[in-house]
């Protein structure tokens, strides 16, 4: 195989499409971290977003209520997670795990009792899917998500409720009330992208089909040192390793030898460890990252 | 509104947290326009005074006047909206944005344009703010970097920073927490040259400050206070360093120990020699240049208001080999160089050589709160011989090791198994006591020995102190209780900002001399 | 976050009323689904215990989460999340196999000893990892463990697949072992591929224990986490401590590959783990830390993994993905500080 024009064009084409869910995973993952608090249920709330929309979809006929519904489903399981840590103070990492367990749980439980299988919902006829809309979308989340960040009121106190609560404290500011409404946006946004990997990508739910997408995205999110544009940017660099990988699978090089695709995959949680170590650039996570907000 | 109606007015302020009343009967009058000086010790209940002021704490009793009229309020941002304003200590920035996004957080204006979205989603003004905060600061003196990051800036102008927040809210009434605590003398002066053109506009300062030459140097009238109670209340112009120094510090405690005689001094167990810290955030050194010696069967006490330097030396002495990339000169304990150019002993070391350490904070740096008094007794001695036996811990031995000791030194309840922070503070400093005695220390190191312990285990301590002294042990006594210092020191060397500014053999000093000294006011 | 105990009735009830809470409330949920939540529970009762074969499934899925348990409670005690164990133990187990395949003449009784020995430095590695990156380089050990579990499985994958893949097999699975590797099962339990690596989760326990609340490094390692600063003003080297208690959670998590390779597969196949590392953090969660409480929480969810799996076939509604949501509800309610914090005020109040 030649690597022609056709082929790159093909390749930047499947790019685009499969970093879309993690675009929307990686932006809500920033809203939610850059707010302080840790977001390791990303992958769960991309499950339940996955099958909600798929569950929507199927019902309705319109991949738009279907978006709606992985958002909604999203916020939900968003708004455990909130409860969780904002309220309880629950550690964020244990608190995490957990809503990615239950995610892992009640997807296939409830697709078991919807569609009499609990490993995959049925496949949704092609007008039920989206064509390519989740990626215009998704770009234009990118750039509203960045536009609000930096020039809106709600968006510096995102950013202040992050790096010193304190201060937005003092302020005036009710720092958990920000946590609050940044993590629950921040499902509904990893919803939409489940919602665009089960009705976009592909047909139809199937178990566990994040399949680490959400870690992936946190990855991203890191990578992009926890910006916008960056993370976005990592997120494409993700993604066509993802679109490679697929491409390269069989093709040899060095002679009859064919390459690991393994190489690929683990690319973006290397290039994370070692941005994080400081070996490749450096990234810098808010500095109240992960710490519950009391005052006194 | 007349000129007479104080701007500020507290009457019969009360505030109890828990067991210890933190102010009783607060009385206060502040003149608008003018700079008013809160003075007193740590401890006192300036801050909490100001606290309620401020609207952080809710007062007991009492009532808050402003410009006359009686206020309450239940949170910072009701005060802010009365017009009062509060600089920390710590200062309340974002490191990574700039002065205008950090000024400007929780005050967003936008255009009117914007109206139809919702207030959190309407694009901030930053030019209009940006516009008015160039205005206020040219009218105040208050020149600044608007576009790098604040944490790239100097302290000065950080506290600068914090200062013209206030101002873009329209306090009237402006509070500065220890503001020079953490300046340079340059910028302690721009800050003073910038707090008087404050007032000449109209507005009204509260300084919390313990730096009496300070006070003279900028205040209409101070306001003294200690232990949780105002005891004197005088314009600056009738009064001197001297007058503000007793009042200031007072008696708190009778000290009945009236220590023997020092016996012959010994060998040098701790020299340091020119030792200087770099501060790892900018601004000033917090130690410069310090020289001084301990010997065998001496106290040599360090008197000076807390945050003068003395956290440092305690950190430098035990952790050189944390700090020695940023520090300068030589220390030797006990003959041994534990910090000198680029060698540092590790902290095990130091305290092998026969070092004990009653650390400043107990809680933080010497007990394990929730694990049994056993197991406190043993940290820091867990590596020696009989207490680990080829990589095990030998809990028989441990067990009627702290058994006696706690028999020893009267730690009550004598109970192994319960919690360190179960025990009262005199008894958990009584448990710290015993293990650092347990290795015979021949330097020990008594960071506020007593702070916060009753007066019976104040003696006890005492006590013990001397003791070790009868045995031969250097003893390093760091503390802001003058008394203490007073009665147990047999030489006194007063810091202040991070040098030594006095020294005193025993007999020489009163408190009001080291008072004046630990206020720098014997310092230019 | 406070895992450590208070002493008091409270360690002992938290984490019983917290899987009373988690059942209840995952029953309500089969409830839900229209079955009856007294026929769920018996099932998954009978479906645990009912047969020495069921009891010996249900211990051999305890045998995992006993280890991977004790690797993410260790780190706990020095104050450190090891969100790892599941990278851990796939090369753990990838460690043993491959020194299986390769050196398939070793005899009896060295061969179990040296694929052991593999299995547990290779798990040990990954676990120094994250370890020195957060003591060296201060970047989050939770991040780092998460982005290895990824690479151990990449790397996992193409070890089997390219180097020492199986060729008499469709699998994704390596070449088999030699004889002299596999160990002994334990008959009383009939089919049921439960082995004596049961014992040795249980040794490691009673020596995580041991060297907890016996030895000088464990007294390091707790005063650590209990309070750093002290720790280190009493001359402890916090640092070291951090990176050994990472190391040992490492190779703890890699003796997973003892039971499952030498016990059980006779070969490493991939993805062979359904999550225990992951599990592993309810077990050592629920256990509140300690060692034998990971026995005890290790036990439970082994038999609650065995206990749903039959829920696919007796039940028209309810899968075994049940015990997934049981596990979740119970980190939730074990976790909620608040929650305890303020039953506990409302407890105390007068």
Known sequence: MSLDFAMWEQMAGSTLRVSTPLLFAVLGGLLCERAGVVNIALEGLMLVGAFAAVAAALATGSPWTGAAAGAAAGLVFAAIYALMVVRLRANQIVAGTAINMLAAGVTPFLCKILYDSSGASPNLPLDSRFAIAPVWFAWILVVACWSW?????????????????????????????????????????????????????????????????????????????????????????????????????????????????????ILPYLLTVLVLAGVVGKSRSPKSLGLPFHRG | MTNETPAVELRGLQKRFGKVQANEDIHLRVRRGSIHAIIGENGAGKSTAMKMLYGMYRPDAGEIRVHGEQRSWASPSEAIAAGIGMVHQH????????????????????????????????????????????????????????????????????????????????????????????????????????????????????????????????????????????????????????????????????????????????????????????????????????????????????????????SQLLQLLLHPRAYRKRSRGEIHCLGQPILAGKAALATAAIKALGVGVIPEDRHREGLLLERPVLENFLLGLHQRAPFARRGFVSLKAVRSAAARAIEEYDVRPRSLEVAAGGLSGGNQQKLIIAREFERSPRFMVAAQPTRGVDVGAIEFIHQRILRARAEGAGVLLVSSELDEILALSDRILVMYEGRIVARFNRGEATEQSLGIHMGGGSHS | MKVAAKGGWLPLLQPILAVAAGLAAGLAVAGLAGESPWHVLKILARSAFGSPYDLGMSLFYATPLIFTGLAVALPLKAGLFNIGAEGQLTLGALAAAAVGALFPAVPWPWAPLLAGLAAFAAGAFWGFIPGWLRVRRGSHEVINTIMLNFIAAGLASWVTLYLLKNPASQNPETRDLGAGYAIAKLHVFGDAPVSSALFLALLAAAAVWVFLWKTVAGFEVRAVGENDVAARKAGIRDGRARILVMVLAGGLAGLVGIGEVLGNAGRFRLGFSPDFGFIGIAVALLARGRPEG???????????????????????????????????????????????DWLKKRRTAP
């Open chain 1, 149 to 265: 960040l930096h020039y809106t009121p709600s968006g510096l106190w995102v950013r202040f409720a992050g790096e010193n609560p304190e201060a937005l404290d003092t302020a005036g500011v009710s720092v958990n009330r920000v946590r609050w409404l940044a993590v629950i946006a921040s499902g509904a946004i990893a919803g939409l992208g489940g919602a665009s990997l089960s009705i976009f990508l592909s047909s139809s739910f199937t178990r566990n089909m994040t399949a680490g997408r959400g870690f992936m995205a946190l990855a991203a999110l890191i990578f992009g040192k926890w910006k916008p544009i960056p993370a976005a940017a990592a997120c494409l660099l993700f993604g066509f390793a993802d679109a490679a990988q697929i491409r390269l699978q069989g093709v040899t090089l060095w002679g009859e030898q064919s390459v690991p695709v393994q190489f690929i995959q």
């Open chain 2, 91 to 310: 200062f309340m920035l974002a490191g990574p944005y700039n002065a205008v996004e950090n000024i400007v957080a929780g005050a967003e204006t936008s255009e009117p344009r914007w109206r139809w979205l919702p207030r959190a989603f309407r694009p901030v003004d930053a030019t209009g703010a940006r516009a008015r905060l160039e205005k206020l600061a040219r009218q105040y003196g208050l020149e600044m970097n608007f576009d790098a990051p604040v944490e790239e800036l100097a302290v000065g102008v950080q506290q600068r920073i914090e200062i013209l927040k206030l101002l873009y809210r329209d306090a009237s009434i402006l509070i500065l927490d220890e503001p020079t605590a953490v300046l340079t003398p340059q910028e302690t002066e721009e800050l003073f040259v910038n707090l008087r053109k404050l007032c000449a506009e109209g507005k009204t300062v509260l300084i919390i400050t313990h730096k009496l030459k300070e006070v003279m140097a900028i205040a209409d009238h101070v306001t003294v206070f200690r232990a949780g109670k105002v005891v004197g209340d005088i314009p600056r112009a009738g009064t001197s360093v001297e007058e503000l120094a007793s009042m200031m510090v007072g008696r708190k405690v009778n000290l009945t120990a009236a220590p023997p005689p020092p016996p012959e001094r010994g060998e040098a167990v701790l020299d340091v020699r020119e030792l200087s810290l770099a501060s790892s955030v900018g601004g000033k050194h917090p130690i410069q240049n310090l020289s001084f010696d301990v010997r065998a069967g001496e106290i040599v006490g360090i008197a000076g208001v807390e945050g003068n330097g003395q």
């Open chain 3, 294 to 340: 990971v026995v005890a929480a290790g036990l439970l969810f082994g038999a609650l993994h065995k206990g749903s799996a039959d829920l696919d076939l007796e039940t028209e509604n309810v899968t075994r993905d049940l015990s997934l949501i049981l596990q979740a509800l119970v980190i939730l309610s074990v976790s909620a500080d608040g929650l305890w």
